[in-house]
């Protein structure tokens, strides 16, 4: 992970909002990565952790039957109902984390200030250069091993956040 210029995060809990375009695969699995981190450390109180999707295909559904049945084998249960990026989720979040380069820039559209600009920050930049992706690639369309790669990257990337964070917020 190279520097991260994060926002100012003055506010417990710490309130996280992953982003991907239809929210059923990619930041419903991050969130439930990252819930699981936080409880884990007995954290819970300190952190909001919530996703949603750029587009509105799929409102209101749980995830992807083939995220949940990959995700329960690492023993995290999904159970987050699908809903779109809304206008106040800018000013009600601290920190915004996009999947890919797409869902980043459609943020960046709708993203009212320069100060609700500064809480976007792509995942991939939370994970470990050696695993050589700087996106967390849609598995919409793959099989098995695309849904495989985005846990790992995920379950990488939001160790990383988790610790980020954490330092941040406990100086
Ligand atoms: P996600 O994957 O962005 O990781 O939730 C997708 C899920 C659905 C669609 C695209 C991507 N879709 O086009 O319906």
């Known amino acids: 992970m190279t520097h991260i210029d994060f926002p100012t995060l003055e506010n417990r809990p710490v309130k996280v909002l992953f982003v991907c375009l239809g929210n059923i695969c990619r930041s419903p699995a991050a ?8 409880e884990e450390n007995g954290d819970s109180r300190d952190w909001v952790i919530d996703s949603a999707g750029t587009g509105g295909y799929h409102i209101g ?10 995700a329960r084998r690492r023993g995290l249960e999904l159970t987050h109902r699908c809903r779109q990026v809304n206008p106040e989720d800018f000013y009600r979040f601290d920190l915004i984390i996009p999947m890919d380069a797409s869902n980043e820039s459609n943020l960046r ?3 009212p200030t320069t100060e609700t600009d500064a809480k976007i920050i ?22 098995a091993e695309g849904f495989e790669l985005v846990l790992d990257l995920l379950e ?14 406990s100086q």
Do not use: W
């Open 31 to 38: 969130e439930g990565i990252m819930r699981h981190i936080v």
């Open 61 to 70: 559904q749980l995830p992807d039957n083939r995220m949940r049945i990959h």
């Open 109 to 111: 559209r709708l993203s």
């Open 122 to 143: 792509p995942m991939a930049r939370f994970v470990d250069m050696a695993l050589r992706y700087d996106y967390i690639p849609d598995p919409y369309y793959e099989g």
């Open 156 to 169: 990488n990337g939001c160790a990383n956040l988790y610790h980020a964070v954490k330092s941040i917020i």
